[in-house]
């Protein structure tokens, strides 16, 4: 953790010589180095695909 924290890769604040994480920044944090699983990025492509079927068939 202390690594993350020098390199400023994890969010926190820092008071004198103590570290304060917010349970709420970390779960931001967390979740925007989440990976998508296989079905989501399948489900993603599936709705990207459509939409430009659509695109091409109003024309």
Request: hydrophobic fraction near 35%.
């Amino acid at each position: 953790m202390y690594v993350l924290v020098r390199k400023r890769e994890v969010p926190c604040y820092k008071n004198g010589k103590k570290l304060y994480f917010f349970k709420d920044k970390l779960l931001v944090w967390i979740e925007k180095g989440r990976k998508r699983t296989k079905l989501e990025i399948q489900e993603e492509a599936d709705t990207w695909l459509n939409s430009r079927k659509n695109i091409y068939e109003k024309a």
